[in-house]
């Protein structure tokens, strides 16, 4: 009777040792699920924002293209006015330009972007006068387009500094890779903004720099993908406890 009572007790020991580990088990994998559930709510939210930025941005583009062309001498908030076309008159400085290296046409072809600084009433910045298609070898020098002398009139779009173009210098050791660097080399100040080239007197590009593509992408849809997989983990949870 004694060894009978002993072994109920070993098995109810044994029963409570067990629950306590399932317990501890338990709270340990809803841990585990709610830190992943966390990690696919902030994925959700970091695409939904890219979502909601490139939505603005695209809004930006579209309304700011449509505006009426003024005078760039007229503007007076660059970064309200970003993508607006305005004309301007001066003269290409020649003695600073730069070429951009990794660039590809539309149809694949490699080249460079082509930038010369533009003096306009006291101004300087740079002009994005497009693509040009690269030398016969790494080190030859692209065949360039002529560039006027004496005052030209130019229209063009309005573009932030911070969209620069990138890439190594032509010619130029690569230990920088924005204009603004090749700046402080040359000493050469300029204005917080570029123009990228449409059209002008004798200078209108071959392959102007061209709109984005207005499209939202897939950020939303990445976003509900994330939330997804937040209610899936749930889901599996409550599976596995069961």
């Not at 109810?12 to 088990?25: D, M, P, Q, V």
């Not at 082509?114 to 790494?138: E, I, M, P």
């Not at 004496?150 to 032509?170: D, Q, W, Y």
């Not at 990228?196 to 004798?202: Q, R």
Request: hydrophobic letters at 40%; aromatic letters at 12%; glycine letters at 6%.
């Amino acid at each position: 009777m004694s060894n009978r009572l002993l072994l109920m007790q070993h098995s109810k020991a044994r029963s409570k040792l067990s629950s306590k580990l399932k317990e501890k088990n338990s709270i340990f994998k809803w841990l585990v699920a709610l830190l992943l559930v966390s990690l696919c709510l902030i994925a959700a939210n970091w695409q939904y924002q890219r979502g909601v930025d490139r939505h603005a941005k695209n809004f930006k583009i579209e309304a700011n293209t449509k505006l009426a062309t003024i005078p760039l001498s007229e503007v007076k908030d660059f970064n309200a006015n970003e993508w607006r076309t305005v004309t301007a008159s001066g003269v290409f400085d020649t003695t600073h330009e730069v070429l951009l290296r990794n660039h590809y046409s539309d149809d694949g072809v490699y080249g460079f972007e082509y930038l010369t600084l533009f003096k306009s009433h006291g101004k300087n910045f740079w002009v994005d006068r497009g693509w040009v298609k690269a030398g016969a070898s790494a080190a030859a020098r692209p065949e360039m387009p002529s560039t006027p002398s004496g005052e030209v009139k130019i229209t063009g779009r309005i573009r932030l500094n911070s969209a620069l173009p990138h890439g190594s210098f032509f010619a130029i050791p690569s230990s920088g890779n924005l204009v603004s660097a090749w700046n402080l080399r040359a000493k050469v100040k300029t204005e917080s903004y570029y123009i990228d080239l449409i059209s002008g007197d004798s200078v209108t590009p071959q392959a102007p720099a061209e709109l984005p593509e207005l499209s939202d992408g897939p950020h939303m849809a990445y976003a509900l993908q994330w939330l997804f997989f937040a209610g899936l983990i749930l889901y599996g949870r409550f599976l596995i406890r069961r």
